[in-house]
């Protein structure tokens, strides 16, 4: 099955500026993560789909975070605007619904770099 | 609140020796623990699961309720097993919240 797809991978923008993240889960998959992981630490959730509902934001910083889950399938992560300490790897992660354990795939994740 | 603990940043040993990365956790309920692993420019992936007691790639991980651990094993390192590992834990019910620990990075010495 295809995997967790991601764009774009890598992205450089000044601070102030506006920039947004897509992410495209396995075919199925209700659940959807977005992760941020700064160098050198485990990834934050910083919100959690089911389908197109939000089911824990708690984490993300809304004064400047937003993201969305059109029609339960895509997402996209909104940062605006962008700050130098928001540098870090963003993975988008997937899975099924329900069921004990399921597993959560990642994308290859999208490095933002502020300036 | 839940947590996750990785007391080991950086782990480093010889091929052949034992490894155990070091996994606690917080969580008042009833837990669902993993082991993910990121290999150099891949993508983070499942090793394993404490509902599966299985052995993947040599590596174990058993739950221990009392101690609140889920520490990885393996009794034979290779070289191919450096990594990084990071512990998971997700929240049963509701949400089912995955939170990850800070992960280690292991390096196996030829």
């Known amino acids: 099955e295809a995997g967790v797809a991601q764009s774009p991978r890598y992205k450089i923008i000044e601070k102030r500026q506006s920039v947004a993240f897509w992410c495209n889960p396995i075919?199925?998959?209700?659940?959807l993560y977005w992760y941020q992981q700064i160098l050198g630490q485990g990834p934050k959730l910083l919100i959690q789909?089911?389908?197109?509902?939000?089911?824990?934001d708690s984490q993300l910083p809304k004064d400047r975070f937003s993201a969305e889950r059109l029609k339960g399938v895509d997402s996209t992560l909104k940062i605006q605007p962008a700050k130098l300490e928001d540098s870090a790897v963003y993975l988008c992660?997937?899975?099924?619904?329900?069921?004990?354990?399921?597993?959560?795939?990642f994308g290859q994740g999208t490095r933002l770099t502020v300036v | 609140a839940q947590r996750v603990t990785q007391p080991e940043k950086l782990l480093s040993v010889f091929k052949g020796a034992p490894v155990e990365l070091k996994c606690n956790y917080s969580?008042?309920?009833?837990?669902?623990l993993f082991w993910y692993v990121q290999y150099s420019r891949q993508r983070l992936q499942l090793l394993l699961r404490?509902?599966s007691r299985e052995s993947i790639k040599g590596f174990t991980a058993d739950l221990n309720k009392g101690e609140t651990s889920f520490h990885l094993k393996k009794p034979f390192a290779q070289e191919e097993d450096s990594a990084m590992y990071y512990c998971?834990?997700?929240?049963?019910?509701?949400?089912?919240?995955?939170?990850f620990g800070q992960g280690t990075r292991l390096t196996i010495n030829p």
């Open positions: 075919s199925g998959h209700a659940t």
């Open positions: 998971a834990l997700r929240v049963s019910g509701g949400a089912q919240k995955l939170v």
């Open positions: 969580y008042s309920g009833s837990p669902e």
């Open positions: 404490h509902i």
């Open positions: 789909f089911q389908n197109n509902g939000v089911v824990d």
């Open positions: 992660a997937s899975t099924t619904l329900r069921g004990l354990n399921t597993e959560a795939f």
